[in-house]
């Protein structure tokens, strides 16, 4: 072969019916950590973004604090097209594509930042980053036993596929097309999360209820309240309150070709909950103490910040951990929408009765001991017939996330290796990612 055809291969041209691809160091292809909060920093307050802020590509939340205040990791910049992804327990997959963040926003330095030069498109960098052989690499080479990370030197080492920018191009748009729609789903289960906490604010907090006027206020124990409406104790609505379990380790058999879902705390972010990231076998069910609850069921984490009192509802019957409890409603007093909005809500008295020397934590019985506002039957039900649809519809679009994760994480692998060629698919490149 010619050297002009060894040149045109090395570059990853598109030279016949395939595009030849070959492959770079990220090193040579991105910044990783370019800049980092110094003197010059214009702002007093950060938005700031650590490990436990991202699931799954999704930013969960950034929090804002004054920068006297901030953390000891708070130090890393990021700018628009940039990724992120965690440095530490690299198996879990935490990372982000970064789309015009705002200019006072400061990452982890449990975060390694990815800037890209101009020989590779950002989106086509994250997807080579978030591909399951990326995350590999990474937690093959990772050091330390309590907590394996990766160094900067062996993230720059990895390489990646590098096919020409017009290839790079055409995969990002194809594959950002499934996180849009993902991302648009999010952006809607969020507004019908806050449409239900308004709902539930002006109906149980400001008692602006259907008819409300008519109803005279009494005097209770937990000040003026409509009359009728009761302090009850969450037991007295519910008809099962019970911790979850963990069945031994040491047994494979219990763990091994698992069908059922069991659940941890980590995995509960206050919506419906799909599939667990360990399942246990029949026999772990039969031989341990670990329970079987129905769909619909609610879970609650009773240990430790930041996770108490976070919560899940099954879609499927499910187990989980001890650290976790399930909440089934009685539904002759309450119903499930209308019994999680009121633990969501009960979330800060949750912490302030915590108790523990390392980890803060609430117990089986102060869950079932916590009061709160019984509104008269008609008023729940009045509520449940509202709230009910906008609860199946965010179940709904939680289920079409996980189809759209799972066809993208199908594609990604063969589109980044050049399994799939896109070289002749006529693909309108957004102006934004040309």
Known sequence: MG????????????????????????????????????????????????????????????????????PARAKRLVRNGDTILSTVRPNLRAFLYLKNPSPDTVVSTGFAVLRPSEKIDSRFLYYSVINQEFTDYLTNNAKGAAYPA??????ARAEIPFPPLPIQQKIATILSAYDDLIENNTRRIRVLEDMTQAIYREW?????????????????????????????????????????????????????????????????????????????????????????????????????????????????????????????????????PFLFIVLLNLRDYFHRIAQGATQQNINVQKLKETPFLLPRKEIVISFTT??????????????????????????LPKLISGEIDVSELDIRIPKAEA
């Not at 909060?37 to 007093?44: A, V």
């Not at 307050?45 to 969960?60: A, P, R, T, V």
């Not at 906008?390 to 994480?409: A, G």
Request: proline residues 4%; glycine residues 6%.
């Open 3 to 70: 050297a002009g055809g060894a040149d045109r291969r090395e570059c990853g041209e598109d030279i016949g019916e395939k595009t030849v691809t070959n492959k770079k160091s990220l090193g040579s292809i991105v910044s990783i950590n370019p800049e980092f909060l110094g003197s010059r920093f214009l702002y007093e307050f950060i938005n700031y973004i650590d490990i436990s802020s991202i699931k799954e590509g999704n930013l969960e939340k950034t929090t804002k604090i004054e920068i006297k205040n901030a």
């Open 150 to 155: 990766v160094d900067t030197e062996t993230i």
């Open 204 to 336: 149980f907090v400001n008692f602006c209820f259907p008819g409300h006027e008519s109803v005279r206020m009494v005097e209770s124990e937990l000040g003026l309240v409509p009359e009728g409406w009761e302090i009850r104790c969450i037991q007295d609505v519910c008809s099962k309150i019970l911790s979850g379990r963990t069945p031994e380790r040491n047994h494979d058999e219990y763990w091994n070709n698992g069908t059922i879902q069991w659940f941890k705390t980590k995995e509960l972010q206050d919506g419906y909950l799909l599939n667990s990231e360990e399942t246990i076998s029949d026999q772990g069910l039969k031989k341990s103490s670990a329970k079987l609850f129905p769909e619909d069921t609610i879970i609650i984490a009773l240990y430790a910040a930041p996770t108490l009192g976070r919560m899940g509802i099954l879609t499927k019957p499910a187990t989980f951990n001890q650290a976790t409890c399930a909440v089934i409603p009685d539904q002759n007093y309450i119903s499930m």
């Open 386 to 411: 509202i709230i009910l649809p906008v609860f199946e519809n965010i179940r709904t679009l939680t289920i079409k996330n996980q189809n759209l994760r799972h066809t993208r994480d199908l594609l």
